[in-house]
Structures are given as structure tokens and as C-alpha cells.
């Protein structure tokens, strides 16, 4: 049996206010070529389908396209929710799915009831485990044990309790920050305070983990990885070369493990310079068409940067100043900076730490005006 490993889709997802619908279908329904091309069995999704709890009627209606697509191209689907999802919105219509082939585990008593999926040697069975959040976990579970070890420790207790019932090799899909991997900017946290790990360990006792949480693609033990996501979703991700993996299962468990390189439907880039040299010089020209995150370095902070830098690069959507060398006044305390001020020195003082440079006599001018309206009220009010 063939199964092909993704997770973290996020449909719906924007990055840095740009839409990505168009990309994520794009790369998302591309995985129903690889199905239909290595003769994939099954694709199991492991978290993160939507990128919010409520997705956007477009987010919906381009998931529900991708899952046909991967469907007609041959292979079954089992689903479990990530963090970022809402489980009993996405398992709503579970029972009637799996007649078509869709497999949906959202639910905490259906974590020790596996998909079967049959081939030519018996069973495999496939457990997929939800983002369990601990404290509404552990009640459900019974336990005392609390934090996402103790949650995760059980729910794996009872799928190799089921798993000891049953002649079957296993497959277990997980949404978790397992011990060892690395994280992205792009991650959300999923636990207060920061994410807590959880050792590899816990997942002892079966062929395969599918993992999902983070979004680079990682092998932890050879039987233990993540997917990563289809797309990059930080500017962190920017090095990574988004995948799937192929997972064969034969008679005496896994047998091997194969990656698929996925398309990159936009690069990601990073740029910094004065702003003078880049929106000129023709070495920066290749980053035309890149989402572009740029630093620019200038001492006195330009007016209007990005929108000057946009009619050159149309996908550059960040920006950030760091003259060269560091702020003047950096560390300037607060009462340092106003003592012995009057309100007009003390607006231009900040106008010049802002952006590194005084303001001009327009600009005087129009914080004077400013001042002398906001005087004017108070003094209106105290009558």
C-alpha cells in the first residue's frame, strides 16, 4: 500500500494581506497528480485543513474541489483536525464521507476507531488523533495528567491497546510539537505561554507517524516525520522546499519512504539596501515577480517607501526600516527626550526619532497648526 503524507493546507490563509486561494488550489489539487501518478492508495491529512475555525465560503468551496479532484485521481482521504481548525465543523458530515472515500476522525472517542484500509496482505489501520487541547482533553479522557504529553500519552494508550486486538500494520496521524523539530515564524503557538513538546517516544509501537504542526518538512526517526505545508506561509520558510512524503506499507510494516518535491507558485525573497539602489539597480530585477519582504536602510526614513518600492516590485508585501549603523538616540529615555521642552519641540523630537530626520518647515508647520487647534479645544472645554 502507498500513502502520501501531507498537512498544514490552511486554506484561507493570507499572507501579509496578499490572497492565496489561487496558489493553495493550485499546489493543493496538484497533489491528485501525484496520485494519480505514483498510484497513491491513500492521502492522509494531518491538521490544519483551514487556516481559522470559521473559513470563508471561497476557502470552503476551494477545499471541497481539491478533495474531489484527489478523489477521482484514485485514493481515499483521512482527516484530523489541527489546531487552527474547528474539529466538530469539519467532522459535521463524517458518516456520510467515508461512503465516498473521505475518512474524517475529529472526535476523541473515535481516537482508538481506525480507518481500514485493505490490500493484498490484510489491514491498515489508520488512527488519526485530533489537536487534542489539554484541559478540555484530559476531562474527556479521564485522566489527571495534564499539558499535551498527558493528553497525547493516553490517546496513544488506547490505540495500541486497540492495535493489540487486531492483525494489522499502523499508521498514525498526530497534530503536535514533537521533541526535535523546528519551528517556523509562521506556526501558531499551542500552548499558553509558548508550545510545549512532546517526546517522540509517545508515538512508540506503530509503522508510521504522519505528523502536523510545523511547516518544514522533517524526519525526526525514519518512522516519525512532519509534511511541512504545501506553501510557505512565513518569510522564515523562504529556504525551505516544500514536499509530501510517500509512505509504503508492505507485509511486515513500513517499507520505505519516498519525497515528492511540490511546485513553488511564488518564491519568497528577502531584499535590503538604500532605497535609492533598489528601485534602480537591474541586479534586483529576477525578484520581479517574488513576495518580497525588504529592509531599507537608509538613514532618514524615505516617505512613502513601500508604495515607491511596489510600482517596481508589485509582490513586495513588507517593509521594514533599519538605518544603517542603528536609530540616533536609540537608547534616549523618555524623560530625557521632553525635559525642558515646550509640546512643538517635543512633536518635531519625535518626528525626527521616527524616521531618523527633522522635520521639514512644511511639516513644522503643520504640527504647529496642530498644536494650536488642540489648545484651542482644551481651552474651549475648560470654559
Known amino acids: 500500500m502507498r500513502l502520501l503524507h501531507t498537512s498544514d493546507w490552511h486554506v484561507g490563509r493570507t499572507f501579509h494581506g496578499a490572497d492565496l486561494l489561487a496558489e493553495q488550489e493550485s499546489v493543493l489539487g496538484g497533489l491528485a497528480d501525484i496520485v494519480a501518478d505514483e498510484r497513491i492508495d491513500a492521502v492522509v491529512v494531518a491538521g490544519d485543513i483551514y487556516d481559522r475555525a470559521v473559513p470563508s465560503a471561497e476557502a470552503v468551496q476551494v477545499y471541497e474541489r481539491v478533495l474531489v479532484r484527489i478523489r477521482e485521481a484514485g485514493a481515499q482521504l483521512v482527516i484530523t483536525p489541527g489546531n487552527h481548525d474547528s474539529a466538530p465543523r469539519l467532522g459535521a458530515i463524517g458518516k456520510f464521507a467515508e461512503a465516498g472515500g473521505l475518512h474524517m476522525r475529529t472526535r476523541i472517542n473515535d481516537i482508538a476507531r481506525p480507518v481500514l484500509l485493505r490490500d493484498d496482505h490484510g489491514d491498515v489501520a489508520v488512527y488519526g488523533i485530533p489537536y487534542l487541547e489539554p484541559e478540555v482533553a484530559r476531562h474527556s479522557l479521564g485522566i489527571s495528567e495534564r499539558g499535551h504529553t498527558g493528553v497525547l500519552t493516553e490517546a496513544m494508550n488506547r490505540v495500541r491497546a486497540d492495535l493489540a486486538t487486531r492483525q494489522a500494520r499502523s499508521v498514525v496521524l498526530a497534530h503536535a ?207
Open 177 to 383: 510539537f514533537v521533541t526535535g523539530g523546528e519551528a517556523c515564524d509562521s506556526e501558531r503557538p499551542i500552548a499558553v505561554g509558548g508550545v510545549e513538546q512532546v517526546p517522540g517516544s509517545t508515538f512508540d509501537g506503530v509503522d508510521y507517524v504522519a505528523l502536523g504542526h510545523l511547516h518544514g518538512a522533517q524526519e525526526l526517526a525514519n518512522n516519525l516525520r512532519y509534511s511541512g505545508s504545501p506553501v510557505a506561509y512565513s518569510f522564515s520558510e523562504a529556504r525551505q522546499h516544500k514536499s509530501v512524503w510517500l509512505v509504503d506499507i508492505d507485509k511486515a510494516g513500513l517499507a520505505g519512504i519516498e519525497r515528492r518535491m511540490l511546485p513553488v507558485p511564488r518564491p519568497l525573497a528577502k531584499l535590503d539596501g538604500l532605497l535609492a539602489d533598489l528601485l534602480t539597480d537591474p541586479a534586483h530585477e529576477r525578484f520581479r515577480e517574488h513576495y518580497l519582504s525588504i529592509t531599507v536602510t537608509d538613514q532618514v526614513r524615505p516617505v512613502d517607501a513601500l508604495r515607491r518600492l511596489q510600482d517596481r516590485f508589485p509582490y513586495a508585501v513588507h517593509m521594514e526600516w533599519q538605518p544603517a549603523g542603528g536609530r540616533n538616540g536609540e537608547s534616549l529615555r523618555y524623560s530625557e527626550a521632553v525635559r525642558g521642552r515646550d509640546d512643538l519641540e517635543v512633536a518635531c523630537c519625535f518626528v525626527g526619532h521616527a524616521r531618523g530626520g527633522e522635520p521639514t518647515e512644511r511639516e513644522s508647520a503643520w504640527l504647529r497648526e496642530a498644536l494650536e487647534v488642540v489648545t484651542a479645544a482644551e481651552s474651549e472645554k475648560e470654559r
